[in-house]
């Protein structure tokens, strides 16, 4: 979560615990679903994890898991001597799915206090290595999944994914004022199928009307950070569980997503930098900027 401007309260000051060896959490949701949401993190972590970053995905679509499809890693979880799920590595990348833990008609009529449970054994009952980023592929909507997660974890920032019809875009302002709501900060939109890259020279040539996406994030004042054409090597790469960057690198959408991951460092380091200074100054120095914001708001 970010750090409040006018008192510098973060997750500790908001009763958030940190979760042990992960050190940003970044949502990506929609508010519609079969927008792209688990295509996305999945190329986004591979992405990440190619700059350096050690990465990790947490599957919140509790009701309908896609990453252990998407990342191959199948069924059964080891759990450590303390009982902790041991998550799963592939391609680079570490992930936990209820896909890895249940069959698939499980968990489907879970919902309140059984969802909530379920949230916290995903995120931490588990032996996560050093991460440096934990990505949420979040189920479609604002239900009591992502409400248990913005109330409960310690969310950096967000991804909001969209496609470029304008049904789409109504929804996934529905999911940016969600994460306002909780004074997280949306990184920026992605939209994504946004048109048709050209095999020869890799131009885009839309195929719906555009400027949805583009004229939601200069309303919601959220960047936008970039347009993935549709692949439809996305489909084969996901029916062999790998990720399409790793499957197919020269895939237009591929190039589309790393510079998607470029700006989300970007954002990340922005963050962190602001928590630091919020942590380096005195006391004294947050009670005179409550002040100047509370004069302000006055
Ligand atoms: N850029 C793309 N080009 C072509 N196909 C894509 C692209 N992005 C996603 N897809 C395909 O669209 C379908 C939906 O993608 P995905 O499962 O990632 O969406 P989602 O938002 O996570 O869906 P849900 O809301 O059901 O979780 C999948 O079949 C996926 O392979
Ligand atoms: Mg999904």
Known sequence: MSACASTGCGPEATGILAIPQVREVVCVASGKGGVGKSTLTVNLAAS?????????IVDADIHGPSISLLLG???GVEATAEGLAIPKFSHGIWSL????????EAGLAWKGPLVAQAVEQLF?????????VL???MPPGTGDVQITILERMPVTGAVVVSTPQRLAVVDAERGIALFHEYDIPVFGLVENMAGHACPCCGEITRLFTGGHVEALAKRRHVAYLGAVPLAPEAAAAAESGTPLRTQDPASAAVTAIDAVAVRVGDALTKERLAR?????????????AA???QNLAE
């Open 291 to 293: 002040e100047f914001w």
């Open 135 to 137: 990505l949420v592929d």
């Open 124 to 132: 931490r009952e588990v032996a996560w290595p050093p991460l440096d």
């Open 276 to 288: 630091e200074h919020e942590a380096g100054l005195s006391a004294e120095q947050r009670r005179n």
């Open 97 to 104: 799915s209820v896909g890895n833990l249940l069959p698939p």
């Open 73 to 75: 890693t199948g069924s």
């Open 48 to 56: 990440l994890a190619a700059q350096g970053m050690a990465v990790g």
